[in-house]
């Protein structure tokens, strides 16, 4: 892990299913703790991404999906499909006697027959987790995969050189706003044209280092113009109290949203001043209706 503290503010961390062969026990948590974020996030980022793609010219951008663990960002940024038939696949009894080898092998045609999105994407996923990477690598969702912690250390040459090449940064679950010495490393390997950043951190988990950071790098940083939206449930009043101290401590006004029992995270983009134009001109929409 990371020598960077991580702080109160830093949601319960669910370390045995963050590092499990396959993505079950992963995606089965996220189900039961009616994880939101990534049905939200993903639809602003694939709004910006096609925002970036026009603005460069590009016709396969290549994505860094930071802190990725089994690479549902990926799987959502890439594919026709949403959070709900990801948590659906996973919940069918279907699954509960498999090994991670039958896992594996059954997701990895199941992506290979997914309709995806257009363009096409190159992606890198990188996590601190090695069975979570090697998940994303083994099943296609990755095409290069680092299980790096760029906290404690300089990227690896491949990783390195995988950064150089990135046009835009996706991250959920506040990592790049919590570790911006990692933030740094990532940023500092990446070209001399930087790419956006965009990540959805929980209300109350902004940090102003990792603002500076961007800005060291030329960055700009915007909140999306999207009504906060949920993270996850609570578990438990303890932690509901925490969430509503640390989305105040950040500005945010609590009542109707954190009041209501969710965490709540927010869009953030990050990108070279020169390419900051209004995203309520984008395309694609920057918001969808919450799940049930
Ligand atoms: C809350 S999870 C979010 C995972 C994924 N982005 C998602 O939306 O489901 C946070 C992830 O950050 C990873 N992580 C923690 N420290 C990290 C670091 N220094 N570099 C990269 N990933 C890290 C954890 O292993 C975990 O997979």
């Known amino acids: 892990m990371s020598d960077e503290p991580q702080g109160e503010a830093f949601v319960t961390i669910f370390d045995d299913t963050y590092d499990q062969p396959d993505c079950r026990a992963y995606f089965r948590m996220m189900d039961a703790l009616g994880y939101r974020n990534q049905h939200h996030a ?89 069975n979570a990477v090697a998940y994303g690598r083994t099943v296609g969702l990755f095409d290069e995969g680092y299980a790096e912690d760029l906290g404690a250390g300089a990227p690896s040459p491949g990783l390195a050189a995988a950064l150089g090449q990135v046009d835009m940064i996706v991250e959920c679950g506040s990592v790049a706003q ?84 969710h965490f709540h995270a927010q869009v953030l983009l990050a990108r070279p001043e020169d390419e900051a134009d209004d995203p309520r001109d984008w395309s694609l929409p920057l918001s969808v209706p919450p799940l049930p």
């Open 42 to 130: 993903v639809t602003a980022f694939r709004a910006g991404l096609t925002a970036l793609v026009r603005a460069r010219g590009l016709s396969a951008p290549r994505l860094l999906d930071f802190a990725s663990s089994y690479g549902i960002v990926t799987l959502l940024m890439r594919y026709r499909l949403g959070l709900d038939d990801v948590f659906a696949r996973y919940r069918a009894p279907a699954f509960d006697g498999l090994g991670p080898a039958e896992v594996i092998a059954r997701d990895r045609d199941w992506l290979a027959g997914l309709p995806r999105h257009a363009p096409p994407l190159h992606v890198t996923g990188l996590d601190i987790m090695p």
């Open 178 to 261: 919590l570790m911006p010495r990692a933030l740094d490393r990532v940023l500092s390997a990446c070209g001399p044209r930087k790419p956006w950043v965009m990540t959805s951190p929980i209300r109350g988990n902004e940090r102003a280092a990792a603002a500076e950071v961007l800005a060291r790098h030329g960055l700009v940083q915007e909140v999306l113009p999207i009504a906060p939206f949920v993270h996850r449930r609570f578990e438990g009043p303890e932690e509901q109290a925490r969430a509503l101290e640390n989305a105040r401590a950040a500005g945010h006004e609590t009542e109707g949203v954190e009041s209501t029992g």
